[in-house]
């Protein structure tokens, strides 16, 4: 039975505490942790009839409680050595993205989990639909992947931290960072990127200062070109996430990560095929992590994968100040 930590009791660790919580009795959740330990103590009630222990300091969590698994849920701007004190203390992490909001933490991250062969999961949870799996399995037999085309839009206000550029890092870093994680996973490593982006739709509200349109045009060293487009001003209510992507032999339509349309087109005649699934892909993440620390081999998005998205969205973001391309 692996015994689980939690670090930030907020939106996303609903998703996995309820994950965890359909597993049964191959883990147990024994300790939450937030700096208002009144949501941590509704963790530890709702999800755990009050069994497991509550705290708002993770060091006194980590000191006095026994864990295998920690699940850090934090806000960009929040992390500071809980990764160092759990891999150092052997402790497997399960780390929402993005892992950092610069790359000398994330990089330490990467460095403190390695040393001490601790098992680590990134939050990048669309790399685990049935549709992003069989088609990356279908781009052994075509390819090389030419383009990508990325869209994602919404249109909330978010929570204080997030439409505040300083802690969340804009919404290129904290939110889109999905989509150019799954370029990155179809692509490989991006050679130049060049972002415009603006604040056209929140220009009234004061403590708006993260961007609310953008475009990134991401050149990769085989020649592959992406273009990623988002907004926080499209429909209210609706949160889309959208991919195309346009190999040799192979154009696939993502709906989402666990539907798509592919098209094998080395044929002058039309073969389609679809992918349609419900699977649950927060609970596969979690599944692959408990696998991988039982059977001892690595994780499908170890750190180093959420280090390396990390850089990209943020150079993204440097290009969109600058207003020039910049070289990764
Ligand atoms: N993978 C996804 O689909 C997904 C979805 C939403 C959020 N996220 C990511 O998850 C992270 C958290 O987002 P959220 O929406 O849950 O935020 P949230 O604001 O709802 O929750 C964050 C929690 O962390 C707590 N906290 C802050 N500093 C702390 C500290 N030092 N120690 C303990 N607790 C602390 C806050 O009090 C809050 O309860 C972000 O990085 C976000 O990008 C991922």
Same mark, same amino acid.
């Given at each position: 039975m692996h015994k689980v930590g939690f670090i930030g009791c907020g939106g996303i660790a609903h998703a996995h505490a309820r994950a965890l919580s359909s597993? +049964? &009795?191959?883990? &147990?959740?024994v300790a939450f942790c937030d700096i208002e330990k009144e949501r941590a103590r509704w963790f530890s009630q709702n999800y755990t009839a009050g069994k497991a222990k509550f705290f708002s300091d993770y060091r006194e969590m980590y000191d006095k409680v026994d864990l295998d698994i920690v699940y850090i849920c934090l806000p960009p701007f929040a992390h500071k050595d809980e990764v160092d004190i759990a891999a150092e203390k052997g402790i497997h992490i399960f780390i929402e993205k993005p %892992? @950092?909001? *610069?790359m000398e933490t994330a990089n330490r991250m990467v460095e403190v989990v390695e040393k001490n062969k601790v098992k680590s999961q990134v939050g990048f949870m669309f790399r685990f639909g049935d549709a992003v799996e069989e088609v990356k399995g279908m781009l052994c037999n075509y390819g090389p992947v030419g383009l990508m085309m990325g869209r994602y839009m919404c249109n909330s206000l978010h929570s204080p931290w997030w439409r505040d550029k300083s802690k969340s890092g804009g919404q290129i870093v904290e939110q889109i960072i999905h989509i150019f994680d799954l370029i990155r996973f179809f692509m490989g490593e991006p050679k130049l990127v060049f972002t415009q982006m603006n =604040? %056209?739709?929140?220009? *009234? %509200? /004061? *403590?708006?200062?993260? &961007? *609310?349109v953008s475009g990134t045009v991401i050149l990769f060293k085989d020649g592959g070109i992406a273009t990623v487009s988002a907004t =926080? +001003? @499209? %429909? /209210? +209510?609706k949160w889309i996430a959208q991919l195309d992507l346009i190999a040799k032999g192979l154009t696939a339509n993502f709906i989402d990560a666990n539907h798509a349309n592919v098209y094998l087109t080395l044929n002058p005649w039309e073969k389609k095929v679809e992918i349609s699934s419900g699977k649950d892909i927060y609970l596969a993440e979690t599944l692959d992590l408990l696998d991988a620390i039982e059977q001892d081999r690595p994780t499908k998005v170890p750190m180093i994968e959420g280090a390396r998205s990390l850089q990209l969205v943020l150079t993204a973001a440097r290009s969109g100040e600058e207003g020039k391309p910049v070289e990764m």
């Open positions: 597993i +049964g &009795e191959r883990v &147990e959740m %892992i @950092a909001l *610069d =604040n %056209i739709f929140h220009k *009234d %509200i /004061p *403590d708006y200062t993260v &961007e *609310d =926080n +001003g @499209a %429909i /209210p +209510g």
